[in-house]
């Protein structure tokens, strides 16, 4: 069992920048994947990335490919989403998910693959 906590979310302009943490307490966080999803207002939670086990492959959304980068430090049980090119349509409020392996590659992006949640952290776009 893993507990996370995400953390960096904030008010950003649009077309800046972000970088969102997600720390994980816990044994073998290595073995895990990890995914960011976001859930806006009124909208269903939504698949934003995920970074396989050893960071070797990652998944973006289409509505961030080429926005954002995920990546992970095993050493400091931490999974990272940066954000670049802001929108106000990426407001929501971030989570980071582990899921437990194995976890195949069509099922990545749902949140049902995920087993760990982090609560969140709000993101805000706005001028």
């Known amino acids: 069992q893993i507990q996370l906590v995400e953390s960096g979310g904030g008010l950003a302009q649009p077309g800046g920048s972000l970088r969102l943490s997600c720390i994980a307490s816990?044994?073998?966080?290595?073995?895990?994947?990890m995914g960011w999803f976001r859930q806006a207002p009124g909208k269903e939670r939504e698949f934003v990335a995920h970074i396989n086990r050893g960071g070797g492959s990652t998944w973006y959304a289409d509505s961030v490919k080429g926005r954002a980068t995920i990546s992970r430090d095993d050493a400091k049980n931490a999974v990272f989403l940066r954000m670049n090119g802001l929108k106000t349509e990426d407001t929501a409020v971030y989570y980071c998910?582990?899921?437990?392996?194995?976890?195949?590659?069509?099922?990545?992006?749902?949140?049902?693959?995920?087993?760990?949640w982090g609560q969140g952290t709000q993101v805000t776009v706005s001028s």
């Open positions: 998910a582990a899921a437990r392996p194995p976890l195949l590659v069509s099922l990545l992006r749902s949140a049902t693959s995920y087993e760990y």
């Open positions: 816990g044994r073998a966080f290595n073995t895990f994947g």
